[in-house]
């Protein structure tokens, strides 16, 4: 079955400095990447996604790349703000099959 | 704009019960899954549901079980309750069993 990794598991940055979070995939027939934010005690929160049939989406300050050949995605973050403080989560999914999500990604924004 | 919905919100158990968790999808949406989130992990599938189906099922023992209504919402069921069951239980619909899943607020579930 698929199996996701996500690095790294605690990320610190500097408000207004760029993150990046990747995950790499096991099964080369996933066709659809998914990125979740979850706040304390609150519930997922979908951010952005991307499909196997593009290589980059990009949606204001948060932009997500494929790269299919090497079986990894990953979730940049530009301009850092203390509100971007979440644990960040990818999946992966083939066809109509079952999310496989990432142990999660602890992003800390200090002012 | 009514998002999943999902009840209770809060549970407390005792090692040998069982319970039953409710979810009601986005309006429109046909398919519902079933996660288990323990703390400090990623989601973990327990079910899918679309049109009344199982449509999948993750490595989970048989005391779980789910079901789908006609009005596409759903109840998770957990028989004889372990302590190793306590954790977060997230719902998600989606138009269809492709689609993006959005996600309930969760249940959060407490074995004694």
């Known amino acids: 079955g698929e199996n996701v990794e996500q690095h790294p598991s605690t990320l610190s940055v500097q408000e207004g400095d760029s993150a990046v979070i990747k995950c790499t995939y096991s099964?080369?027939?996933?066709?659809?990447f998914p990125w979740y934010k979850q706040e304390l005690g609150k519930r997922p929160q979908l951010i952005i996604d991307?499909?196997?049939?593009?290589g980059e989406k990009k949606d204001q300050r948060i932009a997500v790349t494929l790269n299919k050949t090497a079986k990894h995605f990953s979730l940049h973050i530009t301009e850092t703000q203390p509100e971007d403080s979440a644990v960040y989560f990818c999946?992966?999914?083939?066809?109509?099959?079952?999310?496989?999500f990432g142990a999660g990604t602890q992003v800390v924004v200090t002012p | 704009d009514a998002g999943v919905t999902q009840s209770p919100t809060h549970l407390i158990k005792t090692r040998g019960q069982h319970v039953t968790l409710r979810c009601s999808p986005i309006?429109?949406?046909?398919?519902v899954s079933w996660y288990q989130q323990v703390l400090g992990q990623g989601p973990q599938f327990i079910f899918q549901?679309?049109?009344?189906?199982?449509?999948g099922r993750g490595n989970f023992p048989d005391r779980f079980s789910a079901r789908q209504f006609p009005n596409y919402s759903s109840e998770l069921n957990v028989n004889a309750l372990l302590l190793g069951d306590s954790a977060l239980y997230l719902c998600?619909?989606?138009?269809?069993?492709?689609?993006?899943?959005?996600f309930g607020p969760g249940t959060r579930l407490l074995v004694l």
């Open positions: 998600a619909s989606s138009l269809g069993p492709g689609e993006t899943q959005y």
């Open positions: 099964d080369s027939a996933s066709n659809y």
């Open positions: 991307i499909r196997s049939n593009v």
């Open positions: 999946a992966a999914r083939k066809g109509w099959g079952k999310f496989q």
């Open positions: 309006s429109g949406h046909k398919s």
């Open positions: 549901y679309y049109e009344k189906e199982e449509r």
